[in-house]
């Protein structure tokens, strides 16, 4: 069970979620203007593969893989096209290799029979691919300028229970609640801003509040 941080989120008080978000948002924004996705790819079908392999891993070790990855594999077909050992050892360095190559290989088929080939653009035919869940689906559909939820990794379930943006602990329910209070056209960069804000300010052991924006008026957790 992922450490939960609901608690810390009664040091201080402060205004509503609802009164809060934009200025959030804003401030983040602010802070981290260049907050956007770490992982290289350059057409929808490497989007998809990169996200698939980074489960489990950082979007660096991700990128390292997928540099030599993508010049071997340049469409679906080719992730058929050789003995599965290979792509295995292809992809070994982004850990639980045997899992991802088999997810991999299913989504390529299916992107073949059913899809000319082509990354669908529907959400939930993203879903239906084998090994994509509701994170990959989110992350691909929101770059691609198709928001259909907001990604919530250990960052954001981590800021969002310091900020008093939910009291839940299931990523699931996490990313229900913000998307009631986190305004649609932001579904997108909002969980970059986080991510960003989790990985530079906001440490999950010693989170740095004397250098954050939002620990004067806007975190409920601030140590100020
Ligand atoms: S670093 Fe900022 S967001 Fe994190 S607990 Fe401190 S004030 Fe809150």
């Not at 970059?192 to 957790?221: F, Q, V």
Request: proline share 5%; charged share 30%.
């Amino acid at each position: 069970m992922a450490k939960s941080y609901v608690k810390e989120a009664r040091r201080k008080k402060v205004a509503s979620k609802r009164q809060r978000i934009e200025p959030i948002i804003d401030r983040l924004a602010v802070e981290h203007a260049d907050a956007a996705i770490a992982l290289t790819f350059r057409n929808p079908l490497e989007l998809l593969v990169s996200v698939m392999l980074s489960a489990q891993t950082t979007d660096v070790n991700v990128n390292r893989v997928t540099e030599k990855l993508f010049v071997k594999y340049r469409k679906p077909e080719d992730y058929l096209a050789v003995p599965v050992e290979e792509l295995e050892r292809d992809i070994f360095a982004t850990g639980f290799y045997r899992q991802k190559a088999k997810a991999l290989r299913g989504t390529m088929e299916q992107l073949i029979t059913q899809h000319d080939g082509q990354v669908p653009e529907s959400f939930d035919d993203l879903l239906k691919l084998p090994g994509v869940a509701r994170k990959t689906a989110n992350v691909v559909s929101a770059e691609r300028g198709n928001a259909q939820g907001i990604v919530v990794d250990t960052h954001v379930r981590r800021l969002s229970q310091r900020l008093g943006l939910s009291r839940q602990e299931d990523p699931v329910k996490i990313e229900r609640d913000l998307m009631r209070i986190v305004p649609r056209g932001d579904w997108a960069r909002f969980p970059h801003l986080l991510i960003w804000h989790g990985r530079r300010i906001c440490d999950a052991r010693r989170p740095h509040c004397e250098d954050c924006p939002l620990a004067a008026d806007l975190c409920p957790s601030s140590l100020l």
